[in-house]
Each structure stands twice: as structure tokens, then as C-alpha cells.
């Protein structure tokens, strides 16, 4: 025969077992909270029209050039008067890896515009890069989705380039490219949660963002758009500087006239927030280029900003 529950011994127990299950959960807490934190790691590249060292003028020129700064990669404009062979011997040659390329249409043939005919050539020009990023090894192709002007309002371009992205997302998908969308001066997505809410709406894995740290200064600070993108969408990362008192008392443009590191980006809480999030990933120069002696500088600006110093 069963013995009648004691309510007393029933309560007792539950309560030990409540206790246990909260040391449980502390123990994991602390755990959790030692662990140490995610870590950015990068890998160094630049924008190829930056070089323009006389003594290298030929692509496998270029590339060694680079190679041996220190840079891992380096971006293409899509499409270019570059042969895709040369290109791939250079590559295989001197180990520097084609990263990414660059949509060189979109700013006249963009997405977002009120025009079915310049939407179309967007259309056109963006699968071109696709394909070709899929020849040269590349894995991301850079763009600018939309330009908000007097000829294109704001809800048009989002719109338009919400339906046009989402049509191009299944073969960037399919081919293993990634479209990684760029903040420009093109009055468009002016915030990050603005940014963010774009992105799912548009809904798919191969389509995120090139963060340029240096572009958002003008409205914006980079370690808030970071935070709010998140590991999910930030894809790659442009690297710049720009100076707000330049801005406010030379114009606004004049506020790109300073070297990275010398201007307002915040690098130390800029690392923070890819640290943060653990990002890992390309990190491009865009700034005016040079010669070796130029490059040089740039590379070492850059390790310099990212951590990467010896």
C-alpha cells in the first residue's frame, strides 16, 4: 500500500531543488560572464585603383606590390578594362586574394530609381558582377542600392530597390556572392535601425552591408551602426577618417582630407564594437592612393587602427 504524501517532506524537497536549480544557474551565469568576449580578426585589403606606383604597371606588378605591404586582398571595380586572366595569374602568382568586387554602375543605373529603364541596366550591371565575382574568387560584390534626388523620392527608392534586391537575391544566393550594400552620401538609409529594418525587410542571407567607417561621421557615429547591424549584416568594412571640424569650418568634403587615424572615427570604440560582435572579416582602405611610399603609410595606418601593430 502507498504511503500518503507528506506535504510537509514535499515542500521541504522543492525548495531544495529550487535552490539548486538557482546555484545551476548562477554557476552558468558566471561562467558566461568569464568567458572571454568575441574578438575581431581582419584581413587587409584596398581599393586596386589606389595603386599608382610607376615602377609596377602591370596587374601581376600591382599585386606583388601589395602583397608584400602586407595587404591579404584587394577590390575590383565590376566591370573594369581588367582581363579576368590576368587578374587570376596575378592572383595564383603572388597569393593576394580578389575579395570583393565593386559595382561601378551604381551610381547612374542604381535600383532605386523612379526610371524602369535605369533599374533594368541596375539590374543588368549588378548580375554581371555577380557572375564575374564568382570567376575571379571574390566573394561579395560592393553596391549602392538607391539614390534619393529631386527625380526620386525617398519612398520610391526604398520601394524600388526593396523589390529589385529581393528579385537579385536568389542568384547571389545560388552562386555563393554576397551583396553587401554600402552607407554613401546618396540620402538613403540614414540611420543604422532605418539601415537594419531595410535589410530584413528585403529578407535574405547574401544581401548585408559594407560598413564605411569613415562615410557616417557626417550624421552619425560608427560604433552605434555596428552595434545595431550586428554580426548578421555587417558583411565587410571600408576603411577611412574624416574630421567634423574640417567639415564645419573647410566644407563638407574637406573633412576626408585627413589620414586614417587622424580623424574622428573613435578607432579604440570602433574595435570595441567589432569586438563586440566578433567580427570577422575584409577591411578596405578607400582613400586617396599613391605610390609605394603611399601605400606603405596606408597599411600601416591601418594595422594601427585595427589592432594589428606589432
Known sequence: ?????????????????????????????????????????????????????????TVADRFALLKGLGFDGV???????????????????????????????????NLGSADAETRRRGREALDFA?????????????????V????????TAWRNSVA????????????GVRIALENVWNNF????????????EIGSPAVGWHFDVGNVLRYGWPEHWIEVLGAKYVFKLDIKDYSRKKMNDEGLWKGF??????????????????????????????????????LADISRRMDQVLGLAD
Open 257 to 294: 582630407d585627413v589620414k586614417i587615424g587622424d580623424g574622428d572615427s573613435g578607432w579604440p570604440r570602433v574595435l570595441a564594437a567589432l569586438d563586440a560582435i566578433g567580427f570577422d572579416g575584409w577591411a578596405a582602405a578607400e582613400v586617396g592612393g599613391g605610390n609605394a611610399e603611399r
Open 164 to 175: 529589385e534586391l529581393r528579385e537579385m537575391a536568389p542568384l547571389a544566393e545560388s552562386l
Open 130 to 146: 555577380l557572375r564575374q565575382a564568382t570567376r575571379l574568387g571574390a566573394d561579395s560584390v560592393l553596391l549602392v542600392p538607391a
Open 1 to 57: 500500500m502507498k504511503r500518503p504524501i507528506d506535504r510537509r517532506q514535499l515542500l521541504t524537497a522543492s525548495l531544495a531543488a529550487a535552490a539548486l536549480s538557482g546555484e545551476a544557474l548562477a554557476a552558468a551565469q558566471r561562467v558566461q560572464d568569464d568567458a572571454p568576449e568575441p574578438k575581431a580578426r581582419f584581413r587587409k585589403a584596398l581599393k586596386y585603383g589606389m595603386v599608382q606606383e610607376p615602377s609596377a604597371p
Open 75 to 109: 577590390e575590383l571595380d565590376s566591370p573594369s578594362n581588367l582581363d579576368e586572366d590576368e587578374v587570376l595569374e596575378a592572383a595564383a602568382a603572388t597569393g593576394l586574394v580578389v575579395e570583393g568586387l565593386v559595382d561601378s554602375r551604381h551610381w547612374q543605373d
Open 148 to 155: 534619393v534626388n529631386s527625380g526620386t523620392s525617398y519612398g
Open 189 to 200: 538609409l540614414l540611420s543604422p535601425v532605418e539601415a537594419r529594418h531595410y535589410l530584413e
